[in-house]
């Protein structure tokens, strides 16, 4: 058996940090001390990290860190363990690893716990594998385990070229569901249908309640994904099936609105949504056991892939983040270290 040697792990490292609340030019690289895992935890030599709309949030002073979490934004990496802290016992030094992480993503080294990482699957870049696991815990926490999707039943999915929304796509027809998303263009729409999804519905020009309508011989659909929230929590009770189930992971319009009750008691609707972020490790270890399981086979036969948009380098993370918010992109932004 040949043993991994040590690597030369620096004391220091750079990471992109906020500077203060505010636009893109707020993300600045800054030398840190390269971090030290604890009980269960590994530390990685970042290849590539994910960029996800949380941390534009993040940024904007909108989505603060949780308690114990990393100031350094980024929400999932992949990379080579480098070292393990105590009681960690799944991985080994050189073992390569995605991860989904509470923070700390954008920097050349960063901690994960290690129930939280799963290995990369062969054939899979490190930018590919970066742009997984924040898609693919949200995607099959909130799609299947909250929203219970089946075989032969509709999923609409708004915002459906976004990371999640492309993930959701592929994970949804590898399962058996037809699949209905909203987007904001027809060059976004076209990609939808190009990724699988049965009906692609440009919600700048039609409504999307009559178009699943539609779609369904008037049935509905059985499980919503939404990002969007305001005036479309009732418009999604129109466009729910009998016994439907809305999964709420965002609100880019707004968590308010004045909606009329009475269509969840006639339609026996269920409304629930998550974040994950905030999560315990616990619950989220429990997902990332599921995503290994029902996801990772998907990934590594090549049925499933992260759908790549732009990479750049982690110093040019503001350029990344103004992609994302110009809304041109379709599928996922990564950071490559
Ligand atoms: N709860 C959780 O655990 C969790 C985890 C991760 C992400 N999220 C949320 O999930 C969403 C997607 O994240 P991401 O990282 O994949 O970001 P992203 O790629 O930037 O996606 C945002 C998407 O929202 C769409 N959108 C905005 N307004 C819309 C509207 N009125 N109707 C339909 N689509 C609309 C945009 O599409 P157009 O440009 O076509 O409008 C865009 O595709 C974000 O809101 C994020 O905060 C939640």
């Not at 609409?156 to 949804?172: D, E, P, R, Y």
């Not at 699988?196 to 999307?208: H, L, Q």
């Not at 008691?265 to 629930?272: I, S």
Request: hydrophobic content about 45%.
């Amino acid at each position: 058996m040949t043993s991994i040697p040590a690597p030369s792990i620096p004391p220091t490292m750079t990471a992109i940090a906020i500077r203060a609340p505010g636009g893109p030019e707020v993300l600045v690289p800054e030398e840190r001390p390269v971090p030290t895992p604890g009980r269960g935890e590994i530390l990685v030599k970042v290849e590539a990290a994910g960029v996800n709309r949380p941390d534009v949030m993040q940024r904007k002073g909108l989505y603060p860190p949780p308690p114990g979490a990393s100031d350094i934004p980024g929400l999932e990496i992949a990379g080579t363990v480098v070292a393990t802290g105590p009681d960690s016992t799944r991985w080994t030094r050189g073992d390569r690893v995605m991860a989904l992480v509470s923070g700390g993503g954008y920097a050349d080294y960063c901690i994960a716990d290690e129930t939280h990482a799963l290995p990369i699957p062969p054939d899979l870049a490190p930018t590919e594998a970066a742009a997984v696991p924040e898609t693919a815990f949200t995607v099959w926490h909130n799609v299947f385990e909250r929203g219970g999707l089946q075989r032969g039943e509709t999923l609409l999915v708004h915002g459906g070229s976004s990371g999640i929304g492309t993930m959701a796509i592929q994970l949804a027809k590898a399962f058996g569901a037809t699949v209905i998303v909203t987007a904001g263009s027809e060059e976004k729409c076209e990609a939808c249908r190009r990724l699988g999804a049965d009906v692609a519905v440009n919600y700048r020009t039609e409504d999307f309640v009559a178009a699943v309508k539609q779609a369904t011989g008037g049935a509905g659909a059985n499980v919503i994904l939404d990002m969007v929230g305001g005036d479309y929590i009732a418009r999604n009770w129109s466009a729910a099936a009998v016994e439907g189930r809305i999964v709420q992971i965002a609100f880019q319009a707004s968590p308010k609105a004045t909606v009329d009750f009475s269509r969840v008691m006639l339609k026996r609707l269920h409304h629930t949504g998550s974040t994950l972020r905030s999560r315990a490790a616990a619950d989220k270890a429990a997902i990332a056991r599921a995503v290994e399981r029902q996801v990772w086979p998907l990934i590594a036969a090549g049925r499933v892939r992260p759908v790549m948009d732009r990479t750049y380098p982690l110093a040019e993370a503001a350029a990344a983040h103004a992609r994302m918010e110009s809304s041109l992109h379709i599928g996922k932004i990564v950071l490559t270290a």
